[in-house]
């Protein structure tokens, strides 16, 4: 499966995005997908994961109630929405696929997309 995120950009703090990352090739809803997010220097983290039929959601604590996954396996695509963002927000996130057990940890994903910058002003 190909994997296409978009939606990044500048953002003040306290302010909302919307990521979307489209989905190509294999079936999409055979796939748990996750979002993971990366700064320079540093390993890249979980942020949230969706099983396929979106009954079973996880969210890294950093994110908990700020941010919202969701899917709409008719067009092939999963979403971020990021609200009340902040400054250490700020990172390259990307989507993944998964055909195993829906995991937090990078080694538990088949497939990337190519990540889309996000940076929350302060």
């Known amino acids: 499966v190909q994997l296409q995120a978009s939606g990044g950009g500048l953002v003040q703090a306290g302010g909302s995005l919307r990521l979307s990352c489209a989905a190509s090739?294999?079936?999409?809803?055979?796939?748990?997908m996750g979002w993971f997010r990366q700064v320079p220097g540093k390993e890249r983290e979980f942020v949230a994961a969706i099983t396929w039929s979106g009954a079973y959601i996880y969210y890294a604590d950093s994110v908990k109630g700020r941010f919202a996954i969701s899917r709409d396996n008719a067009k092939n695509t999963v979403y971020l929405q990021m609200n009340s963002l902040k400054s250490e927000d700020t990172a390259v996130y990307y989507c993944?696929?998964?055909?195993?057990?829906?995991?937090?940890?990078?080694?538990?994903?088949?497939?990337w997309g190519q990540g889309t910058l996000v940076t929350v002003s302060s």
């Open positions: 090739g294999r079936i999409f809803r055979h796939y748990n």
């Open positions: 993944a696929a998964d055909t195993g057990r829906l995991g937090r940890v990078e080694s538990e994903y088949d497939y």
